[in-house]
């Protein structure tokens, strides 16, 4: 079925689609790109559906998840492949240009928006496929989701009866099609709001409790006790960052608020929480220590939130198996991994929709020699009309 699959299509769509501007809460114009090309294959628009902006989307997302959905020919579970619309800041004004067997961006003074057009240029490559040369398949759900770098919105909010209960999901947003991603770190995010007591620095010192000192003794405490960066405790690891500090006003006043933001990462959710824990434990205990003269001491509002939970799909997964032997037919050698970036399909899979993560040649994501395998991306997008039309 495969000569169905016209690799200069493929490519027309990754130039066309890396040229379309579509920062996170800004994928409009991505969605009528897709919306565009698979209308012109003969896409019902009874079967394509914008979501709302609903909570967890940001109110000033235009649009929520655009979801196309395939009856299907014949009878079989249904199967969901996605993709991200939205790219990093760094992406603006990329140019795509093609060099010796990659897609790079123009001049390298923008990263180039692989991460992850290449991805929805995949996807709208195979649903144009099946949809032209009428190919039979199971019913089957595209979707493009929005908002993924800042916070993978788009797939947080997907409910599994918005997107028709799909058995498996295959995200497209990674580099080598051999390489299936099973499992993914979780990370929680944690703010610590420092009050100190304010004075000033010249003439009364002592009457001051600084909240920068307080910072200070917290961020020692926690790389003293080896809770920060790289976290290694017996079997468990993770890392840790304080990535924020914001505070101050005045070199002679002793200084009174500070807000320090920060992240916990494991394959753990337990050690997420432990790691966390170890920074509240220690910016508590710097408030209480830090005191003026009389014996005042500041104190600390520490709060966390869990960013996406961490997944681990065994081999025996029935979706790791479907993709094991889809690729095997066509003569891929896979290899499971697990990573340390969070992605969709964290919250699918928290939310009970088994998904596998799978690369159609994007390499170097955020960065200026960011670049596509045009070689690697025709063998992902072979891979994925597979996927979605084995019987
Ligand atoms: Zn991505």
């Not at 399909?345 to 799978?358: E, F, H, Q, Y």
Request: proline share 6%; aromatic share 6%.
């Amino acid at each position: 079925m495969n000569e169905f699959l016209k690799s200069a299509r493929a490519q027309e769509h990754l130039l066309g689609l890396l040229q379309i501007p579509g920062l996170s809460g800004d994928e409009v114009a991505v969605a009528n790109g897709i919306e565009r090309c698979l209308h012109a294959a003969g896409c019902k628009k009874t079967w394509i559906r914008r979501m709302p902006v609903r909570p967890p989307l940001p109110k000033h997302f235009q649009m929520g998840n655009l979801v196309i959905q395939l009856p299907g020919t014949f009878a079989a579970p249904r199967r969901m492949f996605l993709a991200h619309m939205d790219t990093v800041p760094l992406c603006r004004e990329a140019q795509p240009v093609i060099k010796q067997g990659r897609v790079v961006a123009r001049g390298k003074t923008t990263a180039l928006g692989a991460d992850n057009r290449a991805g929805v240029a995949a996807l709208v490559t195979v649903a144009e496929t099946i949809l032209r040369n009428k190919l039979p398949h199971p019913p089957l759900t595209f979707l493009f989701t929005v908002g993924e770098e800042v916070g993978l919105y788009g797939a947080k909010s997907v409910r599994s009866a918005d997107v028709g209960r799909p058995a498996y999901a295959f995200n497209f947003d990674s580099g080598r099609p051999e390489e299936i991603i099973t499992g993914a770190i979780g990370a929680e995010r944690w703010r610590a709001e420092l009050h100190g007591i304010s004075s000033h620095a010249g003439m009364h010192p002592e009457r001051g409790a600084s909240s920068i000192l307080m910072a200070s003794r917290a961020l020692t405490e926690v790389a003293d006790r080896g809770w920060f960066g790289k976290v290694q405790k017996g079997k468990m690891s993770g890392t840790s960052n304080a990535g924020v500090i914001h505070g101050g006003e005045a070199t002679n006043q002793v200084t009174h608020h500070v807000v320090v933001r920060g992240e916990s990462r494991s394959h753990n959710p337990r050690f997420i929480r432990q790691i966390t824990a170890a920074y509240r434990t220690a910016f508590e205990r710097a408030a209480r220590r830090t005191r003026n003269a009389a014996g005042e001491h500041g104190r600390v509002a520490f709060t966390a939130e869990n960013d996406y939970l961490p997944f681990s799909l065994p081999e025996r997964a029935p979706v790791v198996q479907f993709t094991q032997r889809i690729a095997t037919e066509l003569g891929l050698k896979t290899k499971c991994v697990a990573i340390n970036g969070g992605l969709d399909a964290n919250p699918l899979n928290a939310n009970g929709i088994p998904t596998v993560t799978l690369g159609v040649g994007a390499h170097c994501p955020h960065a200026y020699d960011e670049y596509v395998d045009l070689a690697e991306f025709q063998r992902g997008c072979r891979l994925t009309l597979a996927l979605a039309t084995a019987r």
